[in-house]
């Protein structure tokens, strides 16, 4: 919920800055009530705008202070009869807000027909996470698919590469098994950084960061998995094309389906004339009724040398 950098005093409207707020509330699984227990001695439901801020920096480290003014003064009361300043900002208001997140609604012995939502709903972690668009994206994918061929080329399994710190209780920002880990760990533990220029990695830092400096793991496994697959699936298919023989790639139904009828390649009338008309034709011809009329029983159509030449001679 940064400012506009075109307007230093543009601020958030505050419905989006709590809409933030119970975003990272809800995938932290805190309670916001805890944070402002020991600044209400008298259990009143209000504390002062510096006791807020600090309890509101232990719940969100990462908001900006203007987002954290505009939800001050958005729950900053009236001074009356029974608000006094400085107890006058009601964070026991702000709580009931925030675990609405949870599917928390109050008083619903007073409300029975008051529907409850379900939790999370309506929240930006629900719809999922969505990778960032790089700025060039024909280099971003030529760097995502040399990462898969040299994670296939030096054997290495990605995932098992940071099964340390993605099941660890180290980080506090991002707990075990969310699928989020530091951009200065993943660096740590990349085993191909040696291999990837500085420019392509910031690429990647950039693509899948989360908050200020985290990383998803998730998202970038599941792009580089998708890659490994495409791979393997275009070299199956090569191999596939490489092991039928030269002048093969159908079947024997294909090629009956395929062969023209034979009524397609009977010669023409005139293609017949042209062929009987021929001096070899002629010869043959002779050749053969000689050989019926039985002055030249046992003898075949070319099983003697002279009849070969005088075809050779026929044909020149």
Not at 138 to 159: C, S
Not at 163 to 171: E, P
Request: proline share 7%; charged share 25%; net charge negative.
């Amino acid at each position: 919920m940064a400012g506009c950098d075109q307007d230093p005093e543009w601020r958030a409207p505050p419905e989006d800055v709590l809409l933030a707020v119970k975003d990272h509330m809800y995938l932290r699984r805190a309670r916001a009530k805890d944070c402002f227990c020991d600044f209400d001695w008298l259990n009143c439901g209000r504390c002062t705008k510096p006791q807020f801020l600090r309890a509101l920096k232990i719940l969100y480290p990462g908001l900006p202070a203007g987002d954290a003014n505009t939800l001050v003064e958005h729950y900053t009361l009236t001074p009356n009869g029974r608000v006094t300043w400085p107890r006058n900002v009601a964070y026991s208001k702000f709580c009931t807000d925030v675990e609405n997140a949870f599917g928390l609604e109050p008083n619903l012995e007073k409300r029975p027909k008051c529907k409850v939502k379900a939790p999370g709903e309506g929240l930006p972690c629900k719809r999922g996470y969505v990778p960032g668009q790089p700025e060039d994206k024909e280099k971003f994918a030529h760097t995502m698919v040399r990462i898969a061929v040299l994670l296939t080329t030096k054997g290495f399994e990605l995932e098992s590469c940071f099964t340390d710190v993605y099941r660890s209780d180290g980080s506090v920002l991002y707990p075990r098994n969310c699928g989020k880990i530091l951009q200065g760990v993943f660096m740590q533990y990349f085993p191909l950084v040696d291999d990837i220029g500085v420019v392509d990695m910031q690429q990647i830092l950039d693509r899948y960061r989360v908050d200020a400096d985290g990383f998803h793991l998730h998202a970038f496994f599941k792009d580089v998995r998708d890659i490994l697959q495409a791979l393997q699936k275009y070299n199956a298919e090569r191999d596939e094309e490489r092991s039928q023989p030269v002048g093969f790639h159908f079947t024997r139904e294909e090629a009956v389906r395929a062969w023209p009828p034979p009524e397609a390649i009977l010669a023409t009338p005139t293609d017949l004339q042209s062929i009987a008309s021929s001096p070899i034709s002629r010869k043959e011809a002779d050749i053969a009724a000689e050989s019926t009329s039985g002055g030249g029983s046992g003898r075949s159509l070319c099983s003697s040398a002279s009849q070969d030449s005088e075809l050779a001679a026929a044909a020149a």
